[in-house]
């Protein structure tokens, strides 16, 4: 029996193993505009006390989002496919909450601790296709949004414990 040879890109990754690891990408893509989408409604419709200190950080999530997204969508194009780009592809794919016309404190943080809980949980499942599949580019990328994020969850939950 004769065993056909698997095609190698540019990168010297199986074309196979590649569109895998894509179409998870594709998937990290979509949940991170919802939350984008998310974190901007937040950045917009915060109130009360915490207003000042809460608008700031969330423009700084949210612009840390959007560079992620492009990081994402980059690295789908380096692996030899197309990244999503509709709103269609993104709620079609989206696992996070929507968060809609969020202004207080408490519900906007856990919006982002969950989301983030979620994020991480695709990350992880990228983060093992892409070692599983020699993809050190794409999982040095999981790697360090892993890292990032688990910090960021922590900073969140910290400030959910704050006692007034």
Do not use: C
Request: glycine letters at 4%; hydrophobic letters at 45%.
């Amino acid at each position: 029996m004769e065993t056909k040879a698997k095609e190698i890109n540019i990168l010297g990754l199986p074309v196979e193993d590649a569109e895998v690891i894509a179409a998870e990408l594709n998937i990290l893509l979509s949940n991170f505009q919802i939350y984008y989408q998310n974190l901007r409604g937040l950045h917009w419709n915060i109130r009360g006390k915490r207003f000042f200190q809460l608008h700031v950080k969330f423009e700084e999530l949210y612009n840390d989002a959007q560079a992620k997204i492009d990081l994402v969508a980059e690295r789908v194009l380096t692996l030899g496919s197309t990244p999503l780009h509709t709103f269609e592809d993104y709620t079609a794919n989206n696992q996070l909450e929507v968060g809609k016309n969020i202004s207080k404190d408490t519900h906007a943080i856990n919006l982002i601790i969950d989301s983030l809980a979620h994020l991480l949980k695709i990350e992880r499942v990228i983060l093992d296709e892409s070692a599983n599949r020699n993809d050190e580019g794409t999982n040095a990328m999981m790697s360090d949004f892993i890292k990032e994020q688990e910090k960021t969850m922590w900073m969140m939950k910290a400030w959910m414990e704050e006692e007034i």
